[in-house]
T-cell receptor
Framework: AQSVTQLDSQVPVFEEAPVELRCNYS??????LFWYVQYPNQGLQLLLK??????LVKGINGFEAEFNKSQTSFHLRKPSVHISDTAEYFC????????????FGGGTRLMVKP | DTGVSQDPRHKITKRGQNVTFRCDPI?????LYWYRQTLGQGPEFLTY????????KSRLLSDRFSAERPKGSFSTLEIQRTEQGDSAMYLC???????????FGPGTRLTVL
């Protein structure tokens, strides 16, 4: 069975500072990895995904993530955050069975302060 | 707006009542998923359809829950005899098989009093 651990439930950061949101996964097979963002009372929006190839993945809104197979990690980074980045961020792994459903981590609340 | 719509957006009901939610996926998407998200947690898989066939159900989906996708288009999720523990956000997602991004709807927030 696959699982995802997001190590920080909340990350406070000042505007224009860099941020890293941590994600570790466990899986016995090759994985597809995703980061989603959820704004209050809304659904999930895809930020970026790793399927194969380059381990550094660039996404929307200036976010990027690095896949590290040896450390089973997929941390999300942004060099300079904005107030509008305040949201809940979810890391997910796609189950590579017939259903391809997503297994999510518990989420990290990013709080950007002025 | 991802193109996936859900109705209603909010539902408040009393314990013991039945509720039904609807999801309209992106039209060319042949696979549809339901997830449940409780407060402060990530979404958890409930069930999925490929076209009109329900192919897998999570152990989270008790006998009080039923889902349908007639004609392989919209889907409904019904909860019978609701309990306070059913209070959650119910999310629907759709995808075209062989593609890799699930598109999520805005969710239906259920509150059981």
């Amino acid at each position: 069975a696959q699982s995802v651990t997001q190590l920080d439930s909340q990350v406070p950061v000042f505007e224009e500072a860099p941020v890293e949101l941590r994600c570790n996964y466990s899986s016995s097979v090759s994985v597809y990895l995703f980061w989603y963002v959820q704004y209050p009372n809304q659904g999930l929006q895809l930020l970026l995904k790793y399927l194969s190839g380059s381990t550094l993945v660039k996404g929307i809104n200036g976010f990027e993530a690095e896949f590290n197979k040896s450390q089973t990690s997929f941390h999300l980074r942004k060099p300079s955050v904005h107030i509008s980045d305040t949201a809940e961020y979810f890391c997910a792994v796609r189950n590579n069975n017939a259903g391809n459903m997503l297994t999510f981590g518990g989420g990290t609340r990013l709080m950007v302060k002025p | 707006d991802t193109g996936v719509s859900q109705d209603p957006r909010h539902k408040i009901t009393k314990r013991g009542q039945n509720v039904t939610f609807r999801c309209d996926p992106i039209s060319e998407h042949n696979r549809l998923y339901w997830y449940r998200q409780t407060l402060g947690q990530g979404p958890e898989f409930l069930t999925y359809f490929q076209n009109e066939a329900q192919l897998e159900k999570s152990r989270l989906l008790s006998d009080r829950f039923s889902a349908e996708r007639p004609k392989g288009s919209f889907s409904t999720l019904e909860i019978q005899r609701t309990e306070q523990g059913d209070s959650a956000m119910y999310l629907c997602a759709s995808i075209r098989v062989a593609y890799n991004e699930q598109f999520f709807g805005p969710g239906t927030r259920l509150t059981v009093l």
